[in-house]
């Protein structure tokens, strides 16, 4: 599951942190990202859900990361967008004067 190293990078986020999140260990994370143990069905649903992705992008099947979103985002655009959305409301609209005062 060599997306999962991806996306878990691109969120700006260890695999403690990670591990924490999904409610198991930092040893099962590291497998996972490995290719040393699988997650079931249930646990691909949550990392899937996490980062907001679909399964099939998760697990190779699909180049497309998410299933809402089919267009040309990188994992990169993805992290970003997974980032500003865990930003609490004041520091979504710095967010979106910082970006606004770059483009002009």
């Known amino acids: 599951m060599i997306r999962l190293k991806q996306l878990r ?3 700006h986020i260890n695999q403690q942190k ?4 999904l409610n198991v260990t930092q040893a099962a994370i590291s497998k996972y990202e490995k ?12 990392i ?3 980062f907001h ?3 099939d992008y998760l697990i190779g099947f699909s180049d497309v990361p998410s299933m809402y979103l089919k267009s040309d985002l990188s994992i990169d655009d993805i992290g970003l967008i997974n980032d500003f959305h865990s930003l609490n409301e004041i520091k979504k609209a710095k967010a979106q004067a910082y970006i606004q005062g770059l483009l002009e």
């Open 9 to 11: 990078e691109a969120k």
């Open 53 to 55: 992705v679909s399964v």
């Open 48 to 50: 899937a859900g996490f």
């Open 18 to 21: 990670l591990a924490m999140e």
């Open 35 to 46: 290719g040393l143990s699988e997650p079931d069905i249930e646990m691909l649903k949550k």
